[in-house]
């Protein structure tokens, strides 16, 4: 399996819903100028492009057959989200080769034929007020969503707001971000770097021209393609381009043009502004070196925006190679998801469904070659793709797939532009075409052994993947730190900062249940040297009596700790209360966190129960539920209590005291499983539990007295067995089960310690198919 780390960019998604349109296709570029006259021997000349492409799809978020003049600011956009392998081996930083920088051209070019724009007006700017608001109450957000923030930190920092430049006279030079520091080891292949703005290279620089789309997005020698492939699924929904880049960012060609790009990047549940001045790194006198727009030499969002980026984190090195979660995450807030390809986990027929109902809500999808697929029928490894869409050709899978570079550079197996598999589709059916555009199809079969990895990406998650919106709308964000005691790693789990939440009925379905989804993101500085291992555990709640919980861990199986910036995790939970438990795997390991769950309905409780020292915790096991009622909706009744000695401490039959130990009557009304559990609070000297269940006939004296049980104890037809035979359990350890499949009737349950002298808190907990009744 190759690396989880990009070092190329990616391309841009495109809805499902959108295949029966006519397939949108790319421009030529305007022609390079000149270069200077002694430039290094460039590479070979990439395949002329087709100077007179067909329109771009008519219908938003492409654009409008219609377009309008130009708008220097860009349509609105949409904002941004998320992790991996615990210690991912970083992706090949190798940048795509500079055979798209300036290859020698027909003196003479073509006209370029741009696609037609959206000819509706971009929406009015969303305001996005700086920092972070606290409270208690779900506010509206651009997105449709309802959030809420609340700041458990123990030892809070800032959240830093950065502020317009002022620039009184002249342009903005950003003096802490230079040409040596953006690009610190300079070109590899040794090309003259210069530093210059668009109005140095361009005659008629603007931010955006005829609005923007996927095909804007090119890459050139700068590892972006992990940023750029998101880049190029924003670059069709307005709604969240406008939050990344608002209406007043880049003035140029006004009079208020003062040498400043203005964007913003979602961090750590913030939205960020990053202002940076307008130089760009150029090579050949007036080449962009890195990302740009492959549609219009003077559109300059698409090297601004990268540029921005690399700022935010220091360096354009230190943005080379990474994940298309994160950067998803950036430029959204939403909520990323992988699939592991190699892993076994999804079969051809389950990712083709899942990816088809992906684009049918809306999501945005990223995939990935390894290195060992480098160069196999025109793949690029250690590089990220963009799957822009499904379909079905001949009963044949197929998977459309779009490479960030653009151009030439596609694959040329089955179902590639020319191959022959096309000449048995009728004419239509799947809409395609044979163009250097950096899209192609592949069978899925072909694309489960060339690509390893999957990145699905929604605002808000697609709980069951059926591709219909689930209505998660409200956001829960809850802020807090791994601090001193409280930074327990995985041993001392439980000591890990903990947050009560209820999940009402109203975010109930049909059947009672409720999806949730929960995000943990780690605070970090840096990209590659600040992160840790961290997971998030969700515990139910089965009982409380204000400060002794009894709690079941969910997901304890396939829950695992990774070396990730964010990882999500989805639950199926009926109403009632949880906690959840985020942890880094390491004792000691410091750091602030974002919690953040999604559900249909508001949470009507979020409280803090990490500093709580009166606070304790009954484990129950859920894991030994018989198959056959494991999938059950089981109904849950707990008690809870002291064993004392003097009191109710009888311990087992060898003493006279048996009969004082504590007793329930229980009563059934329908056959079915029952299941107790009997618990005791964690302290350093576990006691044996012990439970037994005798038929109660109606002749019984409860409670049973010693003599009573001493002549019982295993009588046949008043004794009652357990699934597997037994006549009671009695164990050492923190709890004890016994299943029982119990006839209608009443029954009396005996609970007991070793012996009259030993203590403890107590809880029973029974599970059933059918209410009954205990007392």
């Given at each position: 399996?190759?690396?989880?780390?990009?070092?190329?960019?990616?391309?841009?998604?495109?809805?499902?819903?959108?295949?029966?349109?006519?397939?949108?296709?790319?421009?030529?570029?305007?022609?390079?100028?000149?270069?200077?006259?002694?430039?290094?021997?460039?590479?070979?000349?990439?395949?002329?492009?087709?100077?007179?492409?067909p329109p771009r799809d008519p219908t938003p978020p492409p654009r409008d057959p219609t377009p309008p003049p130009r708008d220097p600011t860009p349509p609105p956009r949409d904002p941004t989200p998320p992790p991996r392998d615990p210690t991912p081996p970083p992706r090949d930083p190798t940048p795509p080769p500079p055979t798209d920088l300036p290859p020698s051209r027909d003196p003479t070019p073509p006209p370029t034929v741009f696609p037609p724009r959206d000819p509706s007006p971009p929406p009015t700017d969303i305001p996005v007020t700086p920092g972070l608001h606290f409270g208690t109450e779900y506010q509206p957000t651009h997105l449709d969503t309802f959030e809420v923030h609340v700041d458990f930190r123990s030892k809070p920092t800032k959240f830093d707001v950065d502020r317009r430049p002022f620039v009184s006279s002249g342009l903005y030079v950003d003096d802490e971000f230079p040409l040596h520091v953006a690009l610190p080891k300079g070109d590899p292949n040794g090309r003259n770097l210069e530093w210059k703005r668009p109005t140095e290279i361009r005659d008629n620089p603007v931010l955006f021209s005829d609005g923007t789309s996927k095909?804007?997005?090119?890459?050139?020698?700068?590892?972006?393609?992990?940023?750029?492939?998101?880049?190029?699924?924003?670059?069709?929904?307005?709604?969240?381009?406008?939050?990344?880049?608002?209406?007043?960012?880049?003035?140029?060609?006004?009079?208020?043009?003062?040498?400043?790009?203005?964007?913003?990047?979602?961090?750590?549940?913030?939205?960020?502004?990053?202002?940076?001045?307008?130089?760009?790194?150029?090579?050949?006198?007036?080449?962009?070196?890195?990302?740009?727009?492959?549609?219009?030499?003077?559109?300059?969002?698409?090297?601004?925006?990268?540029?921005?980026?690399?700022?935010?984190?220091?360096?354009?090195?230190?943005?080379?190679?990474?994940?298309?979660?994160?950067?998803?995450?950036?430029?959204?807030?939403?909520?990323?998801?992988?699939?592991?390809?190699?892993?076994?986990?999804?079969?051809?027929?389950?990712?083709?469904?899942?990816?088809?109902?992906?684009?049918?809500?809306?999501?945005?999808?990223?995939?990935?070659?390894?290195?060992?697929?480098?160069?196999?029928?025109?793949?690029?490894?250690?590089?990220?793709?963009?799957?822009?869409?499904?379909?079905?050709?001949?009963?044949?899978?197929?998977?459309?797939?779009?490479?960030?570079?653009?151009?030439?550079?596609?694959?040329?197996?089955?179902?590639?532009?020319?191959?022959?598999?096309?000449?048995?589709?009728?004419?239509?059916?799947?809409?395609?075409?044979?163009?250097?555009?950096?899209?192609?199809?592949?069978?899925?079969?072909?694309?489960?052994?060339?690509?390893?990895?999957?990145?699905?990406?929604?605002?808000?998650?697609?709980?069951?993947?059926?591709?219909?919106?689930?209505?998660?709308?409200?956001?829960?964000?809850?802020?807090?730190?791994?601090?001193?005691?409280?930074?327990?790693?995985?041993?001392?789990?439980?000591?890990?900062?903990?947050?009560?939440?209820?999940?009402?009925?109203?975010?109930?379905?049909?059947?009672?249940?409720?999806?949730?989804?929960?995000?943990?993101?780690?605070?970090?500085?840096?990209?590659?040297?600040?992160?840790?291992?961290?997971?998030?555990?969700?515990?139910?709640?089965?009982?409380?009596?204000?400060?002794?919980?009894?709690?079941?861990?969910?997901?304890?199986?396939?829950?695992?700790?990774?070396?990730?910036?964010?990882?999500?995790?989805?639950?199926?939970?009926?109403?009632?209360?949880?906690?959840?438990?985020?942890?880094?795997?390491?004792?000691?390991?410091?750091?602030?966190?974002?919690?953040?769950?999604?559900?249909?309905?508001?949470?009507?409780?979020?409280?803090?129960?990490?500093?709580?020292?009166?606070?304790?915790?009954?484990?129950?096991?859920?894991?030994?539920?018989?198959?056959?009622?494991?999938?059950?909706?089981?109904?849950?009744?707990?008690?809870?209590?002291?064993?004392?000695?003097?009191?109710?401490?009888?311990?087992?039959?060898?003493?006279?005291?048996?009969?004082?130990?504590?007793?329930?009557?229980?009563?059934?009304?329908?056959?079915?499983?029952?299941?107790?559990?009997?618990?005791?609070?964690?302290?350093?000297?576990?006691?044996?539990?012990?439970?037994?269940?005798?038929?109660?006939?109606?002749?019984?004296?409860?409670?049973?007295?010693?003599?009573?049980?001493?002549?019982?104890?295993?009588?046949?037809?008043?004794?009652?067995?357990?699934?597997?035979?037994?006549?009671?359990?009695?164990?050492?350890?923190?709890?004890?089960?016994?299943?029982?499949?119990?006839?209608?009737?009443?029954?009396?349950?005996?609970?007991?310690?070793?012996?009259?002298?030993?203590?403890?808190?107590?809880?029973?907990?029974?599970?059933?198919?059918?209410?009954?009744?205990?007392?």
């Amino acid at each position: 399996m190759g690396s989880l780390f990009s070092k190329c960019k990616d391309g841009e998604s495109e809805d499902f819903d959108d295949l029966n349109a006519p397939k949108p296709v790319p421009t030529s570029p305007a022609p390079v100028p000149a270069p200077d006259p002694n430039p290094p021997p460039r590479d070979p000349t990439p395949p002329p492009r087709d100077p007179t492409p067909p329109p771009r799809d008519p219908t938003p978020p492409p654009r409008d057959p219609t377009p309008p003049p130009r708008d220097p600011t860009p349509p609105p956009r949409d904002p941004t989200p998320p992790p991996r392998d615990p210690t991912p081996p970083p992706r090949d930083p190798t940048p795509p080769p500079p055979t798209d920088l300036p290859p020698s051209r027909d003196p003479t070019p073509p006209p370029t034929v741009f696609p037609p724009r959206d000819p509706s007006p971009p929406p009015t700017d969303i305001p996005v007020t700086p920092g972070l608001h606290f409270g208690t109450e779900y506010q509206p957000t651009h997105l449709d969503t309802f959030e809420v923030h609340v700041d458990f930190r123990s030892k809070p920092t800032k959240f830093d707001v950065d502020r317009r430049p002022f620039v009184s006279s002249g342009l903005y030079v950003d003096d802490e971000f230079p040409l040596h520091v953006a690009l610190p080891k300079g070109d590899p292949n040794g090309r003259n770097l210069e530093w210059k703005r668009p109005t140095e290279i361009r005659d008629n620089p603007v931010l955006f021209s005829d609005g923007t789309s996927k095909y804007d997005i090119g890459q050139r020698s700068i590892g972006t393609c992990w940023f750029l492939a998101m880049v190029t699924n924003i670059a069709d929904k307005p709604t969240l381009l406008r939050q990344v880049i608002p209406s007043d960012a880049y003035p140029v060609g006004r009079s208020t043009y003062d040498g400043v790009f203005h964007c913003r990047f979602w961090r750590y549940g913030v939205w960020e502004d990053v202002y940076i001045d307008d130089y760009l790194p150029i090579v050949y006198g007036t080449t962009v070196y890195g990302a740009h727009s492959d549609t219009d030499e003077n559109e300059m969002w698409v090297a601004l925006l990268e540029k921005a980026f690399a700022r935010s984190y220091g360096s354009y090195e230190a943005v080379t190679g990474g994940q298309s979660a994160a950067s998803f995450v950036a430029l959204t807030s939403g909520v990323p998801e992988e699939v592991d390809l190699k892993s076994g986990e999804v079969t051809a027929d389950e990712l083709f469904v899942r990816m088809t109902n992906a684009h049918r809500s809306g999501a945005m999808v990223a995939c990935a070659v390894p290195g060992e697929y480098n160069g196999h029928q025109g793949l690029i490894g250690n590089h990220e793709y963009t799957l822009t869409g499904t379909a079905v050709a001949n009963g044949n899978h197929l998977f459309r797939v779009r490479n960030p570079w653009g151009g030439a550079r596609e694959w040329t197996g089955a179902w590639s532009d020319e191959s022959s598999e096309w000449s048995l589709v009728p004419e239509g059916a799947v809409p395609h075409a044979n163009k250097d555009d950096g899209e192609f199809y592949i069978s899925i079969e072909d694309f489960m052994q060339c690509f390893n990895l999957v990145t699905i990406c929604s605002i808000t998650p697609d709980f069951d993947r059926d591709g219909s919106e689930d209505t998660l709308k409200y956001v829960t964000c809850l802020y807090g730190d791994w601090r001193d005691d409280n930074a327990a790693g995985f041993r001392n789990k439980l000591q890990n900062p903990k947050y009560l939440i209820e999940v009402n009925e109203n975010a109930a379905d049909e059947n009672g249940d409720v999806p949730l989804v929960v995000q943990i993101i780690q605070r970090t500085e840096h990209r590659r040297t600040d992160l840790i291992q961290i997971r998030c555990d969700v515990y139910k709640v089965f009982g409380s009596d204000g400060n002794m919980y009894i709690i079941d861990e969910l997901g304890k199986k396939t829950n695992s700790y990774k070396n990730s910036p964010q990882r999500s995790f989805r639950y199926l939970v009926q109403p009632g209360k949880y906690i959840i438990l985020p942890s880094a795997a390491n004792a000691g390991d410091e750091k602030e966190f974002l919690v953040r769950t999604f559900t249909s309905g508001p949470l009507s409780q979020f409280k803090n129960l990490t500093h709580d020292s009166r606070v304790q915790y009954m484990h129950c096991d859920m894991d030994a539920m018989p198959a056959s009622v494991s999938s059950k909706r089981l109904h849950s009744q707990v008690l809870m209590g002291n064993i004392r000695e003097g009191v109710n401490a009888g311990g087992q039959v060898s003493y006279p005291t048996v009969g004082i130990n504590p007793q329930f009557r229980i009563t059934v009304n329908q056959t079915g499983f029952v299941q107790f559990q009997l618990l005791q609070d964690d302290k350093p000297e576990m006691v044996p539990l012990g439970i037994r269940m005798w038929r109660d006939d109606g002749n019984i004296h409860v409670p049973l007295t010693t003599p009573w049980i001493n002549g019982n104890y295993r009588a046949e037809g008043t004794i009652v067995l357990m699934t597997d035979n037994d006549d009671g359990k009695f164990l050492a350890g923190p709890n004890v089960k016994a299943d029982y499949v119990l006839d209608p009737g009443n029954y009396i349950l005996l609970i007991h310690l070793n012996s009259p002298s030993d203590e403890t808190k107590f809880a029973l907990l029974a599970q059933s198919e059918n209410k009954i009744d205990i007392r």
